[in-house]
């Protein structure tokens, strides 16, 4: 039993601010990379920021400047700090990591089930 569990999404007026928070919950033995993808209405899913296991982190041209990845280690847990959101953030936004359960030595890519974004005008 594991799964990746979102939360902080909702509805703010354009130039504000929101953090998602995921936290990996189960019998875990380590998790690796870390990352925020998201998916619009008609659009691809696509990748938001991500972040590995020793903090190197890489953004989405679209987010640079204006969103930060983070992680908790110790939490198992990865955060996304958006300021000076924009409409086009509208979107559902979905943890990614893969981890590692305890008696297994192969790493699973798991998936949240989403948390809705939506930046209003």
């Known amino acids: 039993q594991v799964q990746l569990v979102e939360s902080g999404g909702g509805l703010v007026q354009a130039g504000g601010s929101l953090r998602l928070s995921c936290a990996a919950s189960g019998s875990i033995a380590s998790v690796n990379a870390m990352g925020w993808y998201r998916q619009a209405p008609g659009k691809q899913r696509e990748l938001v920021a991500d972040i590995t296991s020793g903090g190197r982190t890489n953004y989405a041209d679209s987010v640079k400047g204006r969103f930060t990845i983070s992680r908790d280690n110790a939490k198992n847990t990865v955060y996304l700090q958006m300021n000076s959101l924009k409409p086009e953030d509208t979107a559902v936004y979905y943890c990614?990591?893969?981890?590692?359960?305890?008696?297994?030595?192969?790493?699973?890519?798991?998936w949240g089930q989403g948390t809705q974004v939506t930046v209003s005008s």
């Open positions: 990614n990591a893969d981890v590692k359960l305890r008696y297994e030595l192969r790493y699973r890519n798991l």
